[in-house]
Each structure stands twice: as structure tokens, then as C-alpha cells.
């Protein structure tokens, strides 16, 4: 499995809303200038963001991006899978991936084994977590 710049990008982004919010909505080209990534990607990323839930948006001179919940409600794993997908580390352990060969796999159990330590670890922590 690997993190593609944008789940990356992502957590930085919700990272700066909870640092930077004073109850205000943030400008996506404050964002960008803040975390030098180019605002037409920015623009991907929170769509994306957005589709999810996560954030709350205003049009206008005074609108922007804020979060829509507090930082220790957002799980770090949540954040990932609403950029990158699944984050199993082979297609098989995947929604759609189904393996004719699984029940004889002698490798099964180890990359399910990963599946469950990379699940379990993203899931432990928050955006507080790595705010702090």
C-alpha cells in the first residue's frame, strides 16, 4: 500500500483548516499558499473532502472551507479512504476483488494480517492526535 499525495495532501489540508479556524471559513488560496500545493489540486482534494462530509463550504468574498465537526472527531483512516479508496495492500483483500483461490492461499492470512495492522493503526488516530 502507498499513500498517494493526495490522501497526503489531504490530512495537511484538514490539518490547516483545524489550526487556522477561528469559526471563519478559510480561502482555498490561503490553504495553498500555506502548504505550497498548487490550488487547481487543492480544488480536487476537497472536493473530495466535501463529498465525504468533512467540511463546510461558503461562497463569496468571505467564503472558503472550515470543518464541519471538531479535529478529535475526524478519524485519521476515514480522512484516507475518502482520497484514496480502500487501503487494502492487494487487490484480493479489496470490496471488489474476490479470489477463486483464497480458501487455498497459503499467503492469505499475511496480507490480511497487514490489512487489519494498517486498519487498525489508521483508525486509532484523529486529527487531534496529529495536531498534537
Partial sequence: MKISTKGRYALRVMIDLALNSNGNFIALKEIAKR?????KYLEQIVS???KAGFLKTARGTTGGYKLAKPANEYIV??????????????????EQGSCSRQKQCKTYSFWKGL???INEY????????LIK
Fill in 115 to 117: 490489512d487489519d495492522v
Fill in 77 to 94: 483512516g476515514d480522512i484516507l479512504r475518502a482520497t484514496e479508496g480502500e487501503l487494502a495492500p492487494i487487490y484480493c483483500l479489496t
Fill in 48 to 50: 473530495l473532502l466535501n
Fill in 122 to 129: 489508521v483508525d486509532s488516530k484523529t486529527l487531534a492526535d
Fill in 35 to 39: 502548504q505550497d500545493i498548487t490550488i
